[in-house]
């Protein structure tokens, strides 16, 4: 993901970091979205009910700075 200015989070030059949670939800629907593919199924409407352990080590990500999230199902 690389964040741009249109954002509609982006305040100025920066984004709470809070927001990149969206950014791991998308991640996590496309996953499942191939995955239900793979298997010849049509993708469903998913939800990102709760997150059990989140830590954010900045208050803030740049404008343009690429950040990588990763998907891996655990269960």
Same mark, same amino acid.
């Given at each position: ?6 954002? /509609? ?46 830590? /954010? ?19």
């Amino acid at each position: 993901v690389t964040p741009r200015a249109d954002n /509609l989070f982006a305040q100025g030059d920066r984004i709470p970091a809070l927001i990149t949670i969206e950014y791991m939800a998308q991640t996590v629907g496309a996953y499942a979205g191939l995955r239900h593919h793979a298997q010849g199924h049509a993708p469903r409407p998913g939800y990102l009910i709760a997150v059990r352990e989140l830590s /954010l080590h900045c208050a803030h990500v740049k404008v343009g700075e690429r950040l990588h999230v990763h998907a891996k199902r655990v269960w």
